[in-house]
C-alpha cells in the first residue's frame, strides 16, 4: 500500500524541524523541498526528510498535506502559482508568523483544497537547516487559525501532527486576533531589540552587560528580509502597539 505523503516546502530552521520531527508520524511519507543544493546535501545529511526534492510542484497532486515554510511573500507566490496543482482534499498549512495576508492569499485555492492557517511559536536567533532539530518545538504553543472550509477531519489531523511533534499545547484564534497579539508578544519584542542594538554606545556596555541585557538583545540578530516583510505585512496590528506604548504614561503613587 501507497504512503500518504507530507511535503514540506522550504527546510530551513522552521521547515527543517518540522521535517524531522514529522518522520514516523502515522503511515505517512516526510518529503522535503529545497532549492539549493547546499541546502539539499546539508538536508541529507543531517536526514531531515524521507526524500528531498528541488521540485515541490510536481510533488503536489500526490500530496496529502503540505506544509509550506517560506517566508510571506513566498507562501503567497506559492499559492497562486500552484493554486491548480494540489491534491484534491489535501490539507495545506502554513507556518507564517503572519495571518491575516496569508489567509487572504488562500482564497485562491479550489473547492476541496482545506487551508489551516499555523504558526509554531518556537525558534531561535539563527536560523537555516544547520541549525533545525525535531526537538524544537517541545512543549511550546501552536497556534492555529482555521479558514472557513476547515473540516473536523483536518483539524484532527493537524492536532494529531502537533501532538505527535510534542508541542505544548494548540491554541486557536482568528487570523485578525494572532496578528493583533503577535504584534505585541513577538515583533514588538524584535523592534526593541534591534533598537537597543543600534546604538554606538552598545559597544561602551562590555563588562557591564548580564543575564536581562541578554535576554532583551537575543532576538536582534535576525533575518532583516524576512522579518521586514513580517513587520510590513503586519504593519496595522504593530503600529498600533507601538502608538498604544507610546502614548502611555507612568502611573504615579
Not at 52 to 75: K, N, R, S
Not at 120 to 127: C, I, L, Q
Not at 142 to 154: D, K, S, Y
Not at 236 to 247: D, E, F, G, R
Request: proline content about 4%.
Amino acid at each position: 500500500m501507497e504512503k500518504k505523503r507530507i511535503l514540506v516546502v522550504g527546510l530551513g530552521l522552521i521547515g527543517g524541524s518540522l521535517a524531522m520531527a514529522l518522520q514516523g508520524f502515522e503511515d505517512y511519507e516526510v518529503v522535503g523541498a529545497v532549492r539549493s543544493q547546499s541546502t539539499c546535501d546539508k538536508a541529507r545529511a543531517r536526514h531531515a526528510a524521507d526524500r528531498l526534492t528541488f521540485d515541490p510542484a510536481a510533488e503536489l497532486p500526490g500530496a496529502d498535506v503540505v506544509v509550506l515554510c517560506q517566508d510571506p511573500a513566498g507562501i503567497i507566490g506559492f499559492l497562486s502559482d500552484n493554486r491548480e496543482r494540489f491534491k484534491p482534499g489535501a490539507l495545506v498549512l502554513d507556518v507564517c508568523g503572519v495571518k491575516t495576508s496569508i489567509m487572504a492569499a488562500a482564497e485562491c485555492l479550489p473547492e476541496g483544497v482545506d487551508f489551516i492557517g499555523c504558526h509554531p511559536m518556537a525558534g531561535k536567533e539563527v536560523s537555516g537547516i544547520d541549525n533545525a532539530e525535531g526537538t524544537l518545538f517541545r512543549n511550546t504553543h501552536f497556534i492555529i487559525t482555521p479558514g472557513p472550509r476547515a473540516t473536523a477531519e483536518h483539524l484532527g489531523l493537524l492536532r494529531r501532527m502537533a501532538g505527535y511533534c510534542r508541542f505544548g499545547d494548540v491554541i486557536e484564534t482568528t487570523p485578525e486576533r494572532h496578528d493583533e497579539m503577535i504584534a505585541y508578544t513577538s515583533q514588538l519584542m524584535h523592534v526593541i531589540a534591534v533598537s537597543v542594538c543600534d546604538n554606538d554606545e552598545l559597544f561602551s556596555c562590555k563588562g557591564f552587560e548580564g543575564g536581562s541585557f541578554r535576554d532583551c538583545t537575543r532576538v536582534a540578530a535576525l533575518d532583516a528580509a524576512m522579518w521586514t516583510q513580517l513587520f510590513t505585512f503586519n504593519a496595522p496590528a504593530l503600529a498600533k502597539v507601538v502608538w498604544v506604548l507610546m502614548q502611555s504614561k507612568p502611573s504615579r503613587r
